[in-house]
């Protein structure tokens, strides 16, 4: 009976211990994300911050911010872009899809949003990065 209950009872430790390492490891995480910049809307999924990580690590936010909001003469803001209507230095119209979006990293000079003489530096990135991205677009407004 007593030696049931610890069992119990140990297994109920161990199971709160783990919770409070992955709470620990969680914290040390966004310590990190937050280092200097502002921490993310808490609206986002684990998705969203991992897309986050992403952009914060391959510097996209030295010209997008840091939460993709803009910097003025930098770069556009990423917030609310995935569907919407983006100009172009043509005077074009299209629509930010996902398509459009892997060709502004991997190709920026192909469609130049307008307002920005430069374009920005092209990037080959791996899938894994551009769909981390991309789910984060869906959910930066
Ligand atoms: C050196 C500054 C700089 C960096 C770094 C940078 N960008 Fe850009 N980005 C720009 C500029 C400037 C534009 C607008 C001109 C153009 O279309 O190329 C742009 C445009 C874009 C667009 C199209 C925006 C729109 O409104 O249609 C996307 C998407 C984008 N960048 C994503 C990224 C991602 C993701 C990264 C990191 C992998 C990144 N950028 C890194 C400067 C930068």
Redesign the pocket.
Known sequence: MMGRSNQVLSRVVRAGLGLASLLLAAAALAACGASGTPLPDPSLSPAGHAGLET?RS???G???GANGQGVDG?????QS?LGSQ?T??DGSVVV?DAD??RL??SD??A???QG?G????P?R?DEV?VDA?LML?EELE
């Open positions: 952009m391959l510097g996209c030295s010209c997008h930098l770069g556009p803001s990423l872009l983006t172009l230095s930010a459009y979006i502004a990293i920026p000079e469609q130049i949003v920005f430069l374009p920005m530096p990037y990135l990065d991205l677009f």
